[in-house]
C-alpha cells in the first residue's frame, strides 16, 4: 500500500456493476501509468475484472476488498453500498498512518460525498456516462420536472437550461423517477445522491471534447468551477489480450479466434454486429422482430445474446427461435452469452452495429468507427441515442424503448440494410469521429491533456497537504 507522502494516493470506487466498474479500470490503468498509486474498492465478486490488471501495474496498483452489498437484501444495491460501505471506509481510512489524498468514485455513489467529508477529502465524480447524460440527470433530479398530463406518458418533458433544449417523452425519463414520488425512500436516496454530486469537488467525464464541448462547457457553467475533466475514451488501445480484453468484462461463449477467424472470411463493412449490452434481456416480442429482421435482410450479421438470471425470474424473456441458427448458418453467429466486443468492432468486416446505446457500447463504436443502429431502451441510452443520431449524425435510428416503439420487421430489415452501405452519411460522420477519439488520447490530444491537468490537481493536493503539515 503506498501511503507516504512521497506518493499521490487516491482512492478508486466504482458501482458494483461490470459496465461501471470497466470504464473506471481503465481510467486507472492511465493513472497509475503517470505515477498515481491508486486503491480500488472492489467487492470479492467483481474482483476478476481488476485482477487481470494487477501484475503488470504493482505495486501502484492495489485492491482493496468491500463487504458484498448483497448482504443487505432488504435494500436495492445502490442503497445497500451506503449502508454496508461508508462505516467499513470511514474505518479503514481513519485506520491508514497516512490518508489517500482524494476518493473518485461513481455518479451512482454520491452518498461518498459525506464520506470523503468525514475524512477531510475531496470527492470526485466519476461519470461513466457522457456529458450530455449526466446534464440531463443534474437537471431532471435538481429541477424535479412534472408530467403535464399524468394520464399519458407521451407527454413531451422539456429541459430548457439543457444546450438545444432537448426534449424527452415522459416514457422516456428515469424509471425511478417517474415510478415513485418525493417521500419514498429509494425516491428521496436517488435525488440526495444526484445532488451530492452536484456538489462535489470535480467530476471526470469518460468522453472527448470534439464529440461533446456544448456539454462539457455547460457543465462548468453549471457548476460554477472548472473542475471538469473529459479524459475519454478511456479503452484499451488496441487488443491486448495479456490484460484479458478478449474476455473484457465476462468470458465469452464463443472464443475470440474462432470470432475473428469468422470475420476474417467477410468483405470489408459487411457485416452487422448486434449486441444490447450485459444486462439487458429481450421480450418475446422484441427477440422475433429482430431474428426475423435479421433473417429477411440477407446480411451478414453476429447477433450476441444474453440470456436471464434471477433479476428476470417471472418476467417475459425472448429466446432465439428453433431452427433459426440452420437457417442463417454461412451468414448469421450467433453468441449466447459474453462476446468479445472490442476485438469484433475493431475488425475490418464489421461496417456497423446494432446497439442499446450504453456509453461504453458508445464509445466502443466511435473508437471502432462503425455506423450505429440504435434501439435505446432506458436510462442514459436515450440521450447517448439522441447525441448519436440526431446531433453527430453517425447513427440511424431504429427502435426505441422495450415495449413502446418496435418497428415493423421490413423497416428494421431496411434500417440494417442501409446501415452497411458504403456511401452514407453516417458512415462518413463515423469515420471523422473514428479520428478525433484516437486524436484526442495522442500526446497532444485534448483529453491526454485533460488527463495531464488532472494529475497536476492530484500533485496539488498533495503539496498543499504538506504545507499544512
Known sequence: MASSQDHVHILAYPFPSSGHIIPLLDLTKRLVSRGIYVTVLITPSNLPLLQ?????????????????????????????????????????????????????????????????????????????????????????????????????????????????????????????????????????????????????????????????RVYLNHMKADLGHDRVWAVGPVLPPKYDDDEGSADRGGSSSVPCDEVMTWLDSRPACSVIYVCFGSRTVLTSRQMEVLTTALEVSGVQFILSVRGPDERHVGQDVGVIPEEFENRVRGRGLVIKGWSPQLAILGHGAVGSFLTHCGWNSVLEALIAGVVMVTWPMGADQYTNAKLIVDEMGAGLRAAEGITENIPEVAELSEVIKKSLLENITQRVRARELNEAALEAVEPEGSSHKELDALVKHFLELREAERCFD
Open 52 to 212: 487481470p490488471l494487477l501484475p503488470s501495474h504493482a505495486p501502484f496498483l492495489q485492491p482493496l476488498l468491500l463487504p458484498d452489498p448483497h448482504q443487505k437484501k432488504l435494500f436495492p444495491l445502490v442503497t445497500a453500498t451506503r449502508h454496508l460501505h461508508y462505516p467499513f471506509l470511514l474505518s479503514w481510512v481513519q485506520s491508514l498512518p497516512s490518508p489517500p489524498l482524494a476518493i473518485i468514485s461513481d455518479f451512482f455513489l454520491g452518498w461518498t460525498l459525506h464520506l470523503a467529508r468525514d475524512l477531510r477529502l475531496p470527492r470526485l465524480v466519476f461519470s461513466p456516462s457522457g456529458a450530455f447524460a449526466l446534464s440531463f440527470f443534474y437537471s431532471l433530479w435538481r429541477d424535479l420536472p412534472v408530467n403535464p398530463d399524468p394520464g399519458s406518458a407521451d407527454s413531451l418533458i422539456s429541459f430548457p437550461n439543457i444546450p438545444n433544449s432537448p426534449l424527452y417523452p415522459w416514457w422516456q425519463i428515469n424509471h425511478y423517477y417517474r415510478q415513485k414520488k418525493k417521500g419514498d425512500p429509494e425516491w428521496d436516496f436517488h435525488c440526495e445522491n444526484m445532488l451530492d454530486n452536484i456538489a462535489s469537488w470535480g467530476v471526470v467525464f469518460n468522453t472527448f471534447s470534439d464529440l461533446e
